[in-house]
């Protein structure tokens, strides 16, 4: 499909330039003009007020028997035989597809000496398990783990292919669909079924959360996409489920994978684990110097939380980039989000507005963090953070 | 060594602003800029050139005016920029745009080290440079702050969700790049008067052996369906108090009462 200006129709009124949410319309000679910059989204077709912008529908050629895909895969991504926590959310929103779609939902595990976790795989939704065991799987490799999922995408036909969008995920997604030839939407913060055509609708922000845009891959299979953690609820494990275990033998040699992980350096655990985390403390601009982050490190302490920062800390070398939330840094959905000393630009916000319940403490009433704050404090972090520890301390031990 | 850094020319998104009545963004007077993490890139590679000696250069593709942002990566010091632009280009996806890329790419000979920034601020997908890497058929690592490069040996921190990975791998290699993995130099204005000299060549599809099937819209598997504004959060309560202590205890009592603590 593509947007086209009936240029003799155009009364020049340029609408369209101001509704373009990528700039790609201009005025040229007193008609629009659309350049290469346009995404085809067709804004401007529904801004015309007199029908001057149409879509054009190319006709594709398409190489693909799209009936020949079925099904639903959720990536397993696995870290020393653990599970990671979003995968049971993509297990539970990829049954509500499987089920829409009348098709079944399969984990894909691929790992040495992993298949323990089917069970837990099995009890989130899963109908059937699909399974590369070997010690060239051990530890994630891009070619390693590459290769192993586009040959199981070759022989079993998968309709859908869901992952997370972790380091890992993010780094094997865009590899697999560029092998196999297929669209991948990164980042999904919402799935379902377009109406019209029966595909998945992924639902994504762009322009640092300023807009969303739901993106269909209608040609190619199967349709892939990853989804940031903590935006999906983990379903309830119902451990009688069981399933089908397929045992696949990896055709992924050793020496063709090009990267040699020598070690792993873990500078948290748990205490940057922000994407998993129930409570997080973040302190930004507003705490004014490194020393003051004693105060949100404290508090977290104090319900059992971890530390966030906000660009501006992060930027300021207040915490490391792990700690960050954000555009640029982390996603989180924690049960309870502070932004203490932090303003809330569009950026950060897209980071945490997923959150249940948002607490924000900022000295200037008109911060855009409050905008989306369920619960305001307008005052000096540094007089409020520490009553706020005194009265959760006090309120821990009357429990 | 020969390194090719791929740059994007982004609007500043932290400048965009969504119009309350239309709902609609607000892109006037959002100034264009080179993608921040691509500064990353292109001073990790300037300072590989001054530890190992070799070319960088850097190239972007999009339509004429990006030529700024390539004269800006020029100025940082580059040694040559080339602008991949043509209609054909238009309507790209991820998997279209590094097909171009890719091809501009293999159009240079042999290239050692391919440098993107982590994702654009536009769109975040992160998806173009492990896609390059997989249509030159090279390795990857994503996401890393730290590169050595002693022989043979690449050796790279990649960043995950608990701390660091070390990986040793070889070249040639595609790596992305994350903030912290240098502070991008400013050019100067020696570099900037250079850069104003400097010829920026445009490739179009007709200078690149490519498959006119795989560019563009024809090439690009995505389509975009809706763009919409999201639904903004509700406003909730602004704890009214005279001191900070009663705020404190207004809001400690209020969230204990609601079970969220």
Known sequence: MAVKVRTNQCVGCSQCVTTCPFGAINMQDDKAYITETCT?????????????????????????????????????????????NVVHELLGEGRKLADAMGQELAGVMIGDKVEHMAKDVFSSGADKVYLIEGPEYKD????????????????????????????????????????????????????????????????????????????????????????????????????????????????????????????????CTTSCNLEESEIIVSGGR???????????????????????????????????????????????????????????????????????????????????IFKVADYGIVGDVMEVLPVLIDEFKKNKQSC | ????????????????????????????????????????????????KEKYDGKVTVISMGPPQAKEALKECLAMGADEAILISDRAFGGSDTLATSYTLASAIKKMGRVDLIICGKQAIDGDTAQVGPEIAEHLDVGQVTCISKIDIDGSIVRVEREHEEGYEIIETQLPLVITVLKSMNEPRYPTVKGTMKANRKEIPVWTANDMDVDPEQLGLKGSPTQVRRIFTPKQRVQGLIIQADTAREAAAVLVKTLSEAKIV
Not at chain 1, 44 to 65: N, S
Not at chain 1, 175 to 201: E, F, H, K, N, S
Not at chain 2, 23 to 46: C, H, M, W
Request: charged share 20%.
């Open chain 1, 40 to 84: 085809s989204c067709g804004a401007c077709v529904e801004a015309c007020p007199i029908g001057a912008i149409v879509r054009e529908v190319e006709e594709k050629v398409v190489k693909m028997d799209k009936n020949d895909y079925k099904g639903v895969w959720v990536f397993v991504e696995q870290m020393d035989g653990q599970i990671r």
């Open chain 1, 140 to 267: 994630y490799s891009t070619d390693g783990y590459t290769g192993a999922l586009t040959d199981l995408i070759h022989t079993y036909k998968p309709s859908v292919i869901l992952m997370g969008a972790t380091n890992n995920g993010r780094d094997l997604g865009p590899r697999v669909a560029c092998r196999v030839g297929t669209g991948l939407t990164a980042d999904c913060t919402d799935l379902g079924i377009d109406d019209q055509t029966g595909l998945v609708a992924w639902t994504r922000p762009a322009f640092g959360g300023n807009i969303m845009a739901t993106i269909l891959c209608p040609d190619h299979r199967p349709q892939m996409g990853t989804v940031r953690p903590k935006v999906f609820k983990r379903p309830e494990q119902e451990f009688s489920r069981t399933g089908e275990i397929v045992r696949v033998t990896g055709k992924v040699n050793g020496k063709d994978i090009r990267t040699k992980l020598i070690d792993i350096i873990r500078v």
């Open chain 1, 286 to 368: 507003g705490m004014c110097k490194p020393e003051n982050f004693v105060l949100i490190e404290e508090l977290a302490n104090v319900l059992g939380g971890v530390v966030g920062a906000s660009r501006a800390a992060v930027d300021a070398g207040w915490k490391p980039h792990m700690h960050q939330v954000g555009q640029t840094g982390k996603t989180v959905g924690p049960k309870i989000y502070f932004a203490c000393g932090i303003s809330g630009a569009i950026q950060h916000v897209a980071g945490m507005s997923s959150s249940d319940i948002v607490v924000a403490i900022n000295k200037d009433a008109d911060a855009p």
């Open chain 2, 1 to 48: 060594m020969k390194i090719v850094v791929c740059i994007k020319q982004v609007p500043d998104t932290t400048e965009v602003k969504i119009d309350p009545v239309t709902n609609t963004l607000i892109r006037q007077g959002v100034p264009s800029i080179v993608n921040p993490f691509d500064k990353n890139a292109v001073e990790a590679a300037l300072q590989l």
